[in-house]
C-alpha cells in the first residue's frame, strides 16, 4: 500500500510535460504523490483496477490529465469516492476545447473538478487546498505561498516605477 | 447468449426517445438488438462487464448514446473489438457540441464511428450498413430502402410542379 | 462564527433556483452550510470580507455559482486557501460557454474547481467528497450514494427487459 | 475488378499525409485497400462513378479523407450503401471544426462513420473492426492489438517507478 | 427547356418555408424562377443532372438552400459553371453553425456564394445583382428597392420624433 | 470611367498577399479589374464614393477583403447594386471566425456573397461565374478551367496507381 | 442643434426593446439623449451624415447598437471622434456571438467600447460614466447607484438569514 | 496624488508587450499615465485599494488589461465609478475567446467598455476619446489622427496605382 496522498495519473508518457506543474506543485508544498500512467482508452481495466484501489491504497485525491475526448478524469470519478480533478490537455486541432468540455460537462452524480486547459499546476493547488482541509500545516504552506505570489506582484509593480 | 446482432446502450432512460430512431431502424430493417441501459459513469463496472462479454453475447456490433461529457461509447470502444456506433444526445445548454467532441475525438489506437447530434436513425443505417458486408439480404434491403428514399424525394419534387 | 461546513454563495437571488441542487446534494449528505448572497460585481468589498473571513468562520469549502463573465468563484479563490468549486450558470444569450470560460480559465496560483454548466448538484458532491478526505461517516454515504445510483440504473435496466 | 477489401480515398494528393494513418493501420492488418484520389468537388462525377462501382468492385468499406466544407464522405456515404468512414481533415484556418461538421453532421438517411480530426489510423481500425464482423483472423489481431497497446502503456506505468 | 432565370433548389420540402424568401423576392422583381426539391444525399445522380443540365437549361443561376452538413450548394456549384449562392439552413441542434460552415469553406476552385443563415430573402437578392449586371430593368428596380428601404428607415426615425 | 471589370478592393495593404489569389483568377481569366485600398474604418467617406460610383465607374461586380470586425464588403453592398463578394480575412487571433461572421450575417436586404476564409481565388471565380451569365467567352474559359481541374485530380489518381 | 449629452441609435425600429435599457439608464441618471434609427446598411448615408455632424450637434458620447454582420457601432466610430459604446444585439440564429465579434474585433485605429450581448443597460451606465469625467453631479449619482446596488444585494443576503 | 489622467493596468508584467500599444498611443496624444501591475488573482485586495483610491489618485479612467478568465477589468468596474476600459488578452490555448467573454458579459450595473483581442492601442484611443469630451486639445489631436490615418490610406491607395 502507497503512503502516498495524491495520486497523479494521465494517459500516455507523452503527457508528462504538461503535468509535471502539478508534480512540481506538489513537491513545492511537501505532499507525496504516486505518478501513474493510467489510460482509460488502452488501459481500462487497469483504470478500474486503479480507481477502485485508489482509496484503499491510502491516495486522499487523484489529479487525472487527458486530451481530446479527455475520458480518464470523468471515468476514474466514477469508480471512487475520492475528489478527481481533472486537467484537459491540449493534443490535435482542437486547442483543448474538447478536452475542456469532455472534463467539465459530467452528468449528475459523478463530480469532476475541473481546472484550466493545460494547467496543471493549479490541479495540484487544489489538491493541496483539499487535503488542506485537515492540516493546519498545508494551510500554514498555502497563505505562505499566496503570500509570496502577493509579494512578486507587489514589487513587480514596485520595480515599473523606478 | 442473446442471439441478437447488435446491442443498443445508452446512459439513461431519458435518452429513450432519442435512441428510438435506431431501434426503429434495425426493426425496419429486421435487424435483431437488445436495449440496455449501461452508464459509463454511474454503472462504470457493469459497463465493463457488458462491453467485455458483448463478442463472446453474440453481439456483432454496439450502438451508444450519450450526452454531456459523453464517455460511453468511446469507454465501451475501449474494452471490445466490435465496432462500436456512437449517438451525440443533446442534454443541457451547450447544444451537443460538447457531446459531439467528447464522442468524436477519441485518440488513436480507439475508434468510435461518430454520427450527427442526436442523429441515432443513422445509428442504426450505419449499423445495418456494416453488417450488411456479409449478408446478401440486408444489402438488398439497404438498396431498397435508398431507392424509396430518392423515389419519396422526387415524387415531392414532381408533385411540386402541379 | 459559522459552525457550518460549507458556504455557498451566488451574486443574486435569481441564480438560487440553479443552484438549488447544491442545498439539496449537502442536505441529503447531512452536510451543513450557510446560503449567502455575495456578489462579486455589486459587493465588491463584501466578498473580499467574505471570502476572508471563511476559514476563520470555520467553513471549510466554498461553492461559488455565477453566470455572464462569472468572477466570483475566482475571485473568492484568490481571497481564501480554501477549496473553491466554481458553478458556471447559464444565463443571457451564450448558453453558458461564457460562465465556463470564465470560471475555468483560472491563471496559474489561483484554482477553482469547475463543474458543468448549471451542475450545481454536482458542486455538492465534490465538495462531499473533499470534506470525506477526514471523515469516515461522509465516505460511508459516498459509497452508498454511489451504490444507489449504480443500483437505480441497474433496476432500470433490469425493468427494460419485462 | 479490384479484390482489395477497402478503397481509401481522399481530395487531393496533399491529404496523403495525414491519410498515411490508414494506410499503415490497414498495412499491419493484412487488409487490402487501393488508394485513390477523389474529389467531390473537382471530379463530381468521377467521385458518383467510383462510389456507385465501389460494391461491384468488391470493396467491402470506404475510408473517406476531406478537409474544409468537407463534402467527399457524406457524397459518397449517398451514392453506396457500403460503410463509409470520415476522416475530418483540418486545412485552412478554422483547425478542422469545418471539417469535423461537415463530415459528423449527416441528415437521417444518409450515414458517415466520423472519426476525430485527422485521425485516419482510427478510420483504418474502425475498417478493421467492421471486416472482423465475419472474419476469426481480423478479429484475433484486433484483439492482438489491443492487447499490445495496453502492454505497451502497462510498461510505461511500470518503467516510470524505476 | 426552361425559360425561367434562376433555379431555387433545396434538399427537402421541409426547407420551403425557410426559402420562401428567395421566393418571395425573385417575385417581387420579377424574376422568373423554378422550385425542385432536389437533395445531394438522397437523390444525388438527379442532382448531378440537374445541376448538369442547369445552363442548358436556361437557368443563369442557382439558389441552393441545405441545412446541417449542407452538401448542396457545393456539389452543385462543382457540377455547373453557373454562379451558386448557398442558403445555409438551422435544422437540428447546432444553430446552423454547421451549415454555415459547410457552405462557406468551398476549397480553391468551386466556388459557392454564402449568405447569412436562414437568410434566403438575400440570396434572391444577390441573385438580382447578379443578374442584373446585363439588365437596366433589374437595375433600376434594384435601385428602387434600395430606395424604398431607406425611406422606411428614415420614415421609422422621423416617427419617432413626434 | 474605368473600363475594368470588376473593383477589388481591401482596407489595408497587408491584405493583398491574400488578395492575390482574385488578382491571379481574374488575370488567368482575362477579365480587367482594378485593385484599390478603400478601408471601411480609416477612409468611410472615400469607401461611400467609391461605393457610389462603382457602377457609373464601369464595374460591373465588386471584390472586397476584410479581416476582423470586417465591414467593408457589407457597407459598401449597401452603398450599391453592383454584386458585392466578400473574402474574410484571417487577422488577429480568432482565426478568421469574427470576420467569417462579419461578413456572412448580413442583415435582410443588403446581400453579400461570403467566399471561405482567406479564399479570395474563389471569390474571383465566383466574379467570373456571374460576368459569365451575359458571355459565352468567359462561359467557355469557366469550363475550360473547371475540366483542366478535373483532369489534373484524375492524372494524380492515375499516377498514383503506378 | 440638439442639447442633448448622447445619440441612442440602432438599424431598426425592432431593436428598441432591446435598447430600452439604454434609454431607462440614461432617463434614471437624468442625462439627456435623443433616439434614432440609423442603419448602417439600409441608410448608409444619412449614418454618415449623422455620425459627421454628431459632434457639432453637442452630442457627447453615441451609443450604437446592431445585431448579426453588427456594423453600425464600428461604422460610426469610424466618422467620429465622440467615444462609441456598441451594444451587440442577438438576433437570427447564433445567439448574439456574430455581433460580439462584428462590435468588438475592430481594427487598430477604431476603437469601439464593446459592452456584452444585449445588455444596453450597461451602454447607458458606460455613457454615464464616461460624461462624468467632467460632471460631480453625475460621478455622484453613479456613487449613489453603485451604493444601492450593493445594498439591494447586501438586503438580499439578509432576508435570505431570516 | 498622481496628476495622471489614466491608469494603465494589468496582471502579470508578461502582459507589457501586449499593452505597450495602449502606452504608445497615450503618449502620442499627450495624455499622462501611470503603468502599475495589479492582479485580481494574486493580489486582490491591492486590487481593491488601487480601484477605491483611483478616482482620489485624480484618474479619469482605467485601462486594464487580462487574459484566461480575465477578471481584472469587471472586478476594477465595479470598485470605482471611472469608466473602465478592458483589453482581453490572448493567453494559453483557447485564442483569447476565453478572455474576450470574461471582459465582454459583464452583469447589468457594473459596465466594462471592451475592446478586440490584444488591441491595447484601440484602448488608449478609446481613453483618448472619452477624455476629448472636455477638451478641445484632444478632440483636435483626435481629429488630426483621424485625418492622418485617412491620407495613409489613400496614399497607399494612390501609390497602387503608379
Known amino acids: 500500500m502507497s503512503q502516498k496522498k495524491v495520486a497523479i495519473i494521465m494517459g500516455s508518457k507523452s503527457d508528462l510535460p504538461i503535468m509535471d506543474g502539478a508534480i512540481q ?3 513545492d ?21 486503479f480507481a477502485k484501489a485508489a482509496e484503499k491504497n491510502g491516495y486522499k485525491l487523484i489529479i487525472a490529465g487527458a486530451g481530446g475526448a479527455a475520458h480518464l478524469p470523468g471515468m476514474v ?13 491540449q493534443v490535435g486541432k482542437l486547442r483543448g476545447l474538447d478536452a475542456l468540455l469532455s472534463v467539465a460537462q459530467m452528468p ?3 463530480p469532476v473538478a475541473c481546472v484550466a486547459v493545460d494547467n496543471s499546476f ?5 489538491a493541496c487546498r483539499c ?7 498545508l ?16 514589487k513587480t ?4 516605477l523606478k
Open 25 to 27: 506543485c506538489l513537491n
Open 29 to 49: 508544498f511537501g505532499v507525496s504523490f504516486d505518478v501513474n500512467i493510467v489510460s482509460a482508452h488502452r488501459t481500462p481495466e487497469y483504470m478500474v483496477k
Open 77 to 89: 470519478a466514477s469508480l471512487t469516492i475520492l475528489p478527481v480533478i481533472g486537467v484537459p490537455i
Open 108 to 110: 449528475k452524480g459523478v
Open 122 to 126: 493549479n490541479a495540484g493547488l487544489l
Open 131 to 137: 487535503l488542506s482541509i485537515g492540516s493546519k500545516v
Open 139 to 154: 494551510s500554514e504552506k498555502l497563505k505562505k505561498f499566496q503570500k509570496k505570489q502577493k509579494l512578486r506582484i507587489l
Open 157 to 160: 509593480d514596485h520595480d515599473l
